[in-house]
Structure formats: C-alpha cells, structure tokens
C-alpha cells in the first residue's frame, strides 16, 4: 500500500509537468496576446505600435519562449505564479480568493448530486419496469442530455419570470456569510449537482440491478431482514464500487460544469476567473488555474484508487 | 416616427450647439461657462428620445431640481477593466464607464445639453495668438482624493502626458507643442495649428487631470493609481467582479441646489459578462442599469414595457459602427470596381433589421447625428443607397464582370465573435452571394481578430468600431495617407482626403468645416475604403427612481459616466 502510494506520488509530477508544458504551448500558438487586447477595445487603432511593443515587454513576453518556459516552470512549482497580465493583481492572491467560492460551490453540487443521484438509482432498481423507474430513467437522460449551460440560462429566467429574484452578485465566502453564500450558490449548485446525478443515477440503478440478483442478497431476504436493510446494508454498499469509480471521473464534468455555470450565474470562482483568463490571453492565469486543476484532479483520482480498498477488503495494491 | 426625422431635426440642433461651442472658443476672452447642471428632459421610452432639438434652456428659467441624498447605484459592464490610466489604455468603455467618475478633466461635455463643453478643472479659458494658444485658467481650492491640493503642474503633467506617445494612446489625436505653467493656476496651451477639435479631446473621459508625476511612482493597473479629484474615490476592486466607488466628501463642486456633489453615496460597476444574466439581474433590481448606454436589446426593452412600467428605456445615437473593412493593398479590392460591387449588393436595411432588431441607423461614413455627415437627399444621390436592390445587385454583377471576376469570387471574411458582429455579417454574406462574391467566414475571438487586422493578415473583416469623441478628427483619422497602419488598417489612400481633412482639422468656422467634411465623405463614398453596414444605436434601461438621468447620444457610453448629478428618489437606487 506505501509503495503504491509513492509511486502515485511519483508519478503525479510528469503528469502535471505534462499537462502544464501543453498548456504553454497551446496559449503561445494562438494568435494575438495579452498586449494586443490590452492595446484593443473601442478606440484600438489609437495604441502605437510601440507602446503595444512596451506593454509586451512589461509582461516579458518578448523573451525568448524557452526562458518564459523555464522561470514558468521554476516559479509554478514554489506556487508563485506571479502577477495577472490583465489585472496586475497577484494571480496566487486571486487564486485564493476565487478557490473559496469554487470549493464552495463544488461541495454543494457534489452533495445535491448525492442526494439526487443515489436515492433514485436506489429506488429505480427496487422498482424496476415500473413508472417510478421510468420517471428516473427520463430524469436522468433529461441530466445527461441538457448542457448545464442552457439549463442554467432557463433556470434563471424562470427565476426573474415566476419568483422576480435572482442570486445576489457578490462576493462572499460561506464562512463569512453562509445565507449569503447559499442564496448565491444554492441555484448554481442545484443546477450542476443535476447534471452531475445523471450519469451516476443511471450507474447506481444498474448496479443496483445487478447486486440484487446475487445470491447473498437473496439469502438476505430469507433470513427475513427488512427491504431497506437488504438494500442499504446488503446490496448499496457491494454497489457503490463503480459508482465511486464514476464519481472520480464526475470530478471532472463538475469542474467543467462549474466553468460554464459560473459564467451564467455571475459567481466569481476559479471557473469564470478561468474563462475571463482565456479570453484575455492572461497566461499568467491560465497556466497556475490549469496546474491547480490538474493538481485537483490527479489528488482526487488518487482518493478514489485507495478508496476502493475501504469499499472493497479484497482489493490489493500492487 | 422614424429615426430619419428625429435625425434631421437633431442636426439642425447639433449645427446650432456646435456652432455656440466654436464661437464660445474662439470669442471668449474671458469665458465662465455654468457649472451647475441645466435640468435635462427624461430619456423618453422611445426611438424618438435621440438628442434633443430644443436650444439649451437659459440657467435662469430652469427649475432649481433637489436631488435626494444617499443610495448607491449600479450598473454592468461586460468585460472587466485593465486600466486606471484612461489616457494610455482605457480604450474600451469598460475601463473608462468604471475609473471616470474619479476623475476630472480640464474641461468636460454638458452631459445634460451635449456636445455643449463646460469648465471643469479649468474655471475659463482664452484663446490667443493665431489660435495656437489656449490658456486655462485653473480653479483653486480643489484637491486630490488623497489630501493634497490640485495646481497647475498636475495640469501641465497631465496634459504633457497626455500627447505623449509613449505614455497615451491618444497623443496622436492632439496638435498640443508646448505646455507650461504661467502661474500656480494659469496653464498656456501651445498648439502646433489651429485645432477645432481641441476643446472636444480635452472634454473627452479619458483626458483625465492626474497627480504631478503619479505615472512614474504608480501602476496604471494598481488602486494607488486611482487618486484624481472626482465626484467619487474608489473604495474597492475585486478583479473580474466588481468596481466600488464612494462619495468624494470634499468634492468642489456644488449642485443648483447650492448641496455638495455628488448626490449617491456610491457607484457599483458590476462585470457580468453574459447579457441574459445582465437583464435577469436588472429586472429583479440587482441592477439600477442595464448599463450607461448599453446593454439592452429591443426585444428586452418590449419586455420592459410590457411587464415593467417603472423601468425607463432610453434610446440615442452611438458613435459605432458595422464594418467591412476591405484590405485595398491586396486583391481582390485593390480594385475599386469590387470594392463598389460590394457597397451596392448590401441591403443596410436588412443588415439593421437583422443584426439590431430595427436599432440602427444607414450612414455613409460619418456619424448621421453629427451635423458634418452628408444630409440623406446627398446621401442617397450615390449608387449604393439606392433605393432598387435588384437594379444595385444588376449594377453589381457588371462591374464584378468588368473586374474579371464574372465567374465569381470567394473571399476570406474575418467576423469578430459575438453580437452583434456575427448577424451583421450573415446579413453580408448572404447579399454579397447574390451577386457572386462568396464569403467565407471565419469567427474568431477578439485576440486572434486583433493580431490579424492589427499585422494586415487579412482580406476582409468585421470588427469594434467606435469613435470615443464626436469629431471628424478622430472619425476620418482611419483613412488618410499619413495614418499609422494601426489606424488605417485598411490601407486606403488619397492625397486629396489628407488635404481636405488638414484643412477641417484647422477651420474654427463651423459652416466651413461643415462644408469640407461633406466633401471628404463624398470622396470616401466614391472610392469606398471600406463598407459601413450602419450606425449602432445605445440603448439601457433604469429605473424610474433614478433621476436627472443623462443624455443618451453618440459618446455616453465612453463621456457620461461621471454621474455627479444623478441622485435617486428618497436616496434608494435598489
């Protein structure tokens, strides 16, 4: 069990180094940059040349790309990502106040698609082939085939439409105002915590399915335990191994979910800083916001891997 | 009524007030304009609420309004801001709407009896010596946000910044040679030639009074930047989210009602990037506006009307933009036969119906609220604002056949992302098809679209035009021979327009600067450097709470967001 953890350890740095290095590449392959659109807007035919010249060269962009790589690199692995390009802020600083809202955020979507996901896979199962199971195999297709997006611009509307209200536009980590935060975040995160329970839904229902067709699970049933022993007890628990499995890689459509709601809904968290950056050519940004994600992202496979073994005593790690 | 005849009735107004502006320039020896506001008509909830044509009510006939104290307004822009030196890089309204109303200028736009230009920083000012030199006569009394007391060196040092090249980005707009302090508040303005459009820059937003060498000590991009002399002081920034400014307390500037300005307690300028949520936000009354001069579609307005009577929508000319801009150093329109073909093949109407929901007006190349644009009868005297589409599109084809191009052509067309950009160039390609000029278009983000228009990688494009003050000098600056290839992108070039702009730049006689803008838009319509599609409109919505609301016409959304004078109806803006 150490040895496989270090070696996963280990195995994480290529694995960033990779991920960082495309992402540099593909930021300087496409046309324009941060002082070009420093330099645009309205009145853009107004900027010299020299001073569009003078802004790249305060960004230090006119270096040599091997040494821009370098001191990325050097300075990314003692997590100073340096300054915004755009904003002249700290992009560690911003970094860590947009890291409350996303965590923030991500956490309640997790638990809403929990609480979405497994009850109605659950229940699905039990059910199969009746209404009960066809309204959540319906609800679950409905989550899986609606971008988040579109259904975050509806759910909005529908908000200003029947009820005239709409999350407050601000800033505010939950400890620092936590109905503050939940008005801000409830809807967004019932907006991505749906997308999110589709797929796991549908994989808790088929394993479900799946389970309670063994025979410990009928002799369950003989020894005369009750239906929600049989099925808590008995049937979830031998279930849930892919189910977790699944949630690990739902890790990654709730952050690309989260990109994409936050935009609609005005959430100032890492997705949208994400999306402004790009658009801005802040490379500064998107390079430290894409080592966080990939560092998130590998840390959370990790977890899932060495979760099994609590789920499932016969795994072994070699 | 259509916009054609509130046009018509807004240029006679606009020759009478730009008339007033130059002979108060040239005939002021010793000119005091009003600082206290004239009462504005309310923005009408209609097409028809373009600028008034009403002279300027005299200041003694005018009710005495008493704005209510309090309340903090809000508004949104789209894009976050980059700058807190609008003089270098506050190109876009983002960074000016956000950062302006923490400063002053020497002089500023009237923004409730536009283009009339009142003192600012400057109580008054004379012009001498052949018109080549301006003295500013400075207001004392006045501080920076920060304590210290405002002389005329920070005015020197702004203004020296300002034609800067290396320090502004609009140093190429001015014909300033020389400043200096004749005394602790008296500034000499030394001009290289006579400039009719002096007094509009220097009105302009973005040409901001500063600290005596606040650039060499500060970030442009840091808060410690934004220390000016403005109605409000900044009180926060948070990156991508959020602009706070609060009353300036010590502001030198008193309202008609004899109160200190400014009424509002503060001003929220809010980045939401998406116009759905922007309107979500303002129905609900998240939002005071839609935004200054924007952010509203004609279809959220009828929305407005229908189920909001409180919410005011308010509707102006905007110096904006379609354009297809046509690279004439390289084929196929270096050719002025196509070039042609293409004016007469597209339908503007459509272009305006299709891409701003009937919200535009057709132009030629001047701004068709401004008294220097040709008159519609002249206008529509040149083939491409004829009235018969199929004859045009027949005119069209034989030219092209003329040009070598019968068999047809496929040209690559460079459309910025978004809207309205990407209707409006639909619109084209679908017209210029019908004659045999295919379009092949290509979105592309605005990075990628500067860095092509910007290194004339290009045959064709759409992108943001705008200019940010109402005058010929910066409008017609995109097509002349001595142009940076920043600025005139396109390429085009006639001695003759060089000439005639030189000549209208210098003129102080309105009637005659009139007259050789008339003529530099008829050569540009006769060789056509580029297509114009049409003419944007500005439109917002505010509540009724919110009063002594500015005007809305070309320049508000880059010259109106000072908001001194707006208060709120018992001090609530929510």
């Given at each position: 069990?150490?040895?496989?953890?270090v070696r996963r350890?280990v195995?994480?740095?290529?694995?960033l180094l990779?991920?960082?290095?495309l992402?540099f590449v593909?930021?300087?392959?496409?046309p324009?940059?941060v002082?070009?659109?420093?330099?645009g807007?309205?009145?853009?035919?107004?900027v010299?040349?020299?001073r569009v010249?003078?802004?790249?060269?305060?960004a230090g962009?006119?270096?040599?790309?091997?040494?821009?790589?370098?001191?990325?690199?050097?300075a990314?692995?003692?997590?100073d990502?340096?300054?915004?390009l755009?904003?002249g802020y700290?992009v560690r600083?911003?970094l860590g106040?947009r890291y409350?809202?996303?965590?923030?955020?991500a956490v309640?979507a997790?638990?809403?698609s929990l609480?979405?996901?497994i009850?109605t896979?659950?229940?699905a199962?039990l059910?199969?082939d009746?209404?009960?199971?066809?309204a959540?195999?319906?609800?679950?297709?409905g989550?899986?085939?609606?971008?988040?997006f579109?259904?975050?611009l509806?759910?909005l509307?529908a908000?200003?439409?029947y009820?005239?209200w709409?999350p407050?536009?601000s800033?505010?980590?939950p400890?620092?105002?936590?109905?503050?935060?939940?008005?801000?975040l409830g809807?967004?995160?019932?907006?991505?915590g749906?997308h999110?329970s589709a797929l796991?839904?549908?994989?808790t229902?088929?394993?479900m399915?799946e389970?309670?067709?063994?025979?410990f699970?009928?002799?369950a049933?003989?020894?005369g335990l009750?239906?929600?022993?049989?099925?808590t007890?008995h049937a979830l628990r031998?279930a849930?191994?892919?189910?977790v499995?699944?949630l690990?890689?739902?890790?990654?459509?709730?952050?690309?979910g989260i990109?994409?709601?936050?935009t609609?809904?005005t959430?100032?968290?890492?997705g949208r800083?994400l999306?402004?950056?790009?658009t801005?050519r802040?490379?500064?940004?998107?390079?430290?916001?894409?080592w966080?994600f990939?560092?998130f992202v590998?840390?959370?496979n990790l977890v899932?891997d060495l979760?099994?073994?609590?789920?499932?005593?016969?795994?072994?790690?070699? | 009524m259509?916009?054609?005849?509130v046009?018509?009735g807004?240029?006679?107004s606009w020759l009478?007030?730009?008339?007033a502006s130059v002979?108060?320039?040239?005939?002021c020896?010793?000119t005091?304009p009003?600082?206290t506001?004239?009462?504005?008509p309310?923005a009408?909830?209609?097409?028809?609420a373009?600028?008034q044509?009403t002279?300027p009510?005299s200041?003694?006939t005018v009710?005495?309004?008493?704005g209510?104290?309090g309340?903090?307004?809000?508004y949104?822009?789209q894009?976050?801001?980059?700058?807190?030196?609008l003089?270098d890089l506050?190109?876009?309204?983002a960074?000016i709407?956000?950062?302006?109303?923490?400063?002053n200028?020497?002089?500023s736009?009237?923004m409730y009896?536009?283009?009339s230009?009142?003192?600012?920083l400057?109580?008054r000012?004379e012009?001498?010596?052949?018109?080549?030199?301006?003295?500013?006569?400075?207001?004392?009394g006045v501080?920076f946000?920060d304590?210290s007391?405002f002389a005329?060196?920070?005015?020197?040092y702004?203004?020296?910044?300002l034609?800067?090249?290396?320090?502004?980005?609009m140093?190429?707009?001015f014909a300033i040679q020389?400043?200096?302090?004749t005394?602790d508040?008296?500034?000499?303005v030394?001009?290289?030639?006579?400039?009719?459009?002096i007094?509009p820059l220097l009105a302009?937003?973005r040409s901001i009074?500063?600290?005596e060498?606040w650039a060499?000590g500060h970030?442009q991009k840091?808060v410690?930047?934004a220390?000016?002399t403005?109605?409000?002081?900044?009180?926060?920034?948070l990156?991508g989210v959020?602009i706070?400014?609060?009353?300036?307390?010590t502001?030198w500037k008193?309202?008609?009602?004899?109160?200190q300005?400014?009424?509002?307690d503060?001003v929220?300028?809010l980045?939401?990037?998406?116009?759905?949520t922007?309107?979500?936000?303002?129905?609900?009354g998240q939002?005071?506006?839609t935004?200054?001069?924007?952010?509203?579609?004609?279809s959220d307005a009828?929305?407005l009307?229908?189920?909001y009577p409180?919410?005011v929508v308010?509707l102006g000319?905007r110096?904006a933009?379609?354009n297809f801009?046509?690279?004439v150093r390289?084929?196929?329109?270096?050719?002025?036969?196509?070039?042609?073909?293409?004016?007469l093949?597209?339908?503007r109407?459509?272009?305006?119906q299709?891409?701003?929901?009937g919200w535009g007006t057709?132009g030629?190349y001047?701004?068709p609220h401004?008294?220097f644009?040709?008159p519609?009868?002249?206008?529509t005297?040149f083939?491409q604002?004829g009235?018969?589409m199929e004859?045009?599109?027949?005119q069209a084809?034989a030219?092209?056949?003329g040009?070598?191009?019968g068999?047809g052509?496929t040209?690559e067309?460079?459309?910025r992302k978004?809207e309205?950009?990407q209707?409006a160039?639909?619109?084209?390609?679908?017209?210029l098809?019908?004659?045999g000029?295919n379009?092949?278009?290509?979105?592309l983000?605005a990075?990628?679209m500067y860095?092509r228009?910007?290194s004339?990688?290009f045959?064709?494009?759409?992108l943001?035009a705008?200019a940010t003050?109402?005058?010929p000098?910066q409008?017609?600056?995109?097509?002349l021979c001595?142009?940076?290839?920043?600025?005139?992108v396109g390429?085009y070039?006639?001695?003759k327009?060089?000439?005639?702009?030189g000549q209208q730049?210098?003129?102080?006689?309105p009637?005659?600067?009139?007259?050789?803008?008339?003529?530099?838009?008829?050569?540009?319509?006769?060789?056509?450097p580029?297509?114009?599609?049409y003419f944007?409109?500005s439109?917002?919505a505010?509540?009724g709470?919110?009063?002594?609301?500015?005007?809305?016409?070309?320049?508000?959304?880059?010259s109106?967001?000072?908001l001194?004078q707006?208060?709120?109806?018992e001090?609530?803006?929510?």
């Open positions: 069990m150490f040895r496989y953890l350890l195995l994480m740095v290529p694995t990779g991920a960082i290095t992402i593909i930021l300087r392959v496409l324009g940059d002082a070009t659109l420093m330099a807007g309205d009145a853009a035919g107004q010299s040349e020299e010249a003078a802004i790249r060269h305060e962009l006119d270096r040599p790309l091997l040494v821009q790589y370098r001191d990325w690199l050097s990314a692995f003692r997590m990502f340096g300054k915004s755009w904003s700290s600083h911003e106040r409350q809202v996303t965590a923030a955020l309640l997790f638990l809403v609480a979405i996901a009850p896979g659950v229940l199962a059910k199969q009746t209404w009960v199971d066809y959540v195999r319906a609800f679950a297709i989550g899986i085939s609606v971008p988040s579109w259904l975050a509806l759910v509307l908000l200003v439409h009820l005239g709409t407050p536009i800033l505010s980590p400890w620092r105002d936590p109905w503050l935060s939940l008005r801000q809807v967004p995160a019932l907006v991505v749906y999110l796991v839904a549908r994989m229902r088929s394993c399915l389970v309670l067709r063994e025979d699970v009928r002799t049933w003989a020894k009750s239906g929600w022993a049989v099925a007890r031998n849930m191994l892919p189910v499995t699944l690990g890689v739902e890790v990654l459509v709730l952050l690309g990109v994409l709601v936050e609609v809904f959430v100032p968290g890492i800083y999306v402004d950056s790009i801005y802040d490379y500064n940004a998107v390079q430290a916001i894409i966080v990939t560092l590998l840390v959370v899932t979760a099994y073994r609590y789920l499932d005593p016969r795994v072994r790690y070699s | 259509q916009p054609v005849h046009l018509k807004f240029l006679a009478v007030l730009v008339t002979v108060l320039l040239v005939g020896r010793a005091t009003s600082v506001p004239t009462t504005p309310a009408q909830p209609s097409a028809t373009t600028p044509a002279p009510p200041p003694t009710p005495t309004p008493v209510a104290r309340g903090t307004l809000s949104a822009i894009e976050d801001m980059r700058s807190f030196d003089q506050g190109t876009s309204y960074d709407q956000p950062v302006a109303p923490l400063f200028g020497l002089v736009y009237n009896d536009y283009p230009i009142e003192s600012d400057a109580e000012w012009l001498g010596q052949g018109d080549t030199t301006i003295t500013f006569f400075l207001r004392r501080t946000h304590g007391p005329c060196r920070d005015a020197a702004s203004l020296q910044k034609v800067d090249p290396k320090r502004s980005s140093a190429g707009n020389d400043v200096r302090c005394g508040y008296t500034l000499e030394r001009l290289a030639r006579p400039q009719a459009a007094l302009s937003s009074i500063v600290k060498g060499q970030d840091d410690a930047f220390v000016g403005g109605p409000f002081r900044l009180k926060s920034r990156p959020a706070e400014a609060e009353r300036n307390p502001y008193k309202g008609r009602d004899g109160g300005l400014p009424y509002l503060g929220r300028t980045v939401v990037p998406d116009p759905t922007i309107f979500a936000n303002f129905r609900t939002l005071t506006l935004g200054i001069g924007r952010n509203l579609t004609k009828e929305a009307k229908a189920q409180d919410a308010a000319p110096s933009w379609d801009v046509m690279n390289k084929p196929p329109f270096d050719n002025p036969k196509v070039r042609l073909a293409v004016a093949a597209t339908d109407q459509k272009m305006v299709i891409a701003a929901e057709v030629g001047m701004m401004m008294p644009a040709l519609q009868t002249e206008l005297q083939p604002f009235a018969d004859g045009r599109r027949a084809r030219l092209l056949e040009a070598g191009y068999g052509l040209v067309y460079l459309v978004g309205p950009y209707s160039a639909v619109s084209r390609q679908d017209d098809k019908k004659v000029i379009l092949d278009l290509r979105v983000d990075g990628t860095n228009a910007f004339q990688d045959i064709s494009y759409t943001a705008a003050v109402d005058d000098d409008v017609y600056a995109f097509f001595s142009s940076p290839p920043r600025q005139n390429g070039c006639n001695p327009v060089d000439e005639l702009y730049s210098a003129s102080f006689d009637q005659r600067r009139v007259q050789l803008n008339r003529e530099i838009e008829k050569l540009l319509l006769a060789d056509i580029e297509d114009r599609g944007w409109w439109a917002m505010y509540w709470r919110v009063q002594n609301w500015v005007q809305v016409t070309g320049v508000t959304v880059y109106f967001s000072r001194e707006v208060w709120c109806r001090g609530r803006c929510q």
